[in-house]
């Protein structure tokens, strides 16, 4: 993932679908920071048990996660989304 001032290699530890802005949909996008390595782990958990398919990428608390989301158009609001953790910097 490259921004104007770095590049930064990532592994991909899960794609879904869900819906945004919705009780049934799944709501990746309130989670910014992990306050504590539980939290942190019942994402990763929730992420890859919806996840189309299994990476075999391992996560541990302080890994450093990205999420990228973009428009999906078999439900209203449907969103196909990417989640991965930084492996360089």
Excluded at 54 to 79: A, F, M, P
């Amino acid at each position: 993932f490259d921004t104007i001032d770095r590049c930064q290699e990532y592994e991909i530890i899960s794609v879904f679908t869900t819906v945004a802005y919705d009780e049934i949909g799944f709501r990746y996008y309130d989670f910014v920071d992990a306050s504590d390595e539980e939290s942190f782990m019942s994402y990763v958990t929730a992420v890859q048990a919806m996840s189309m398919y299994d990476t075999g990428i391992d996560v541990s608390y302080g890994d450093k996660l990205i999420t990228l989301s973009t428009c999906e158009y078999s439900n209203k609001n449907g969103r196909v989304v990417v989640v991965a953790k930084l492996i360089t910097e």
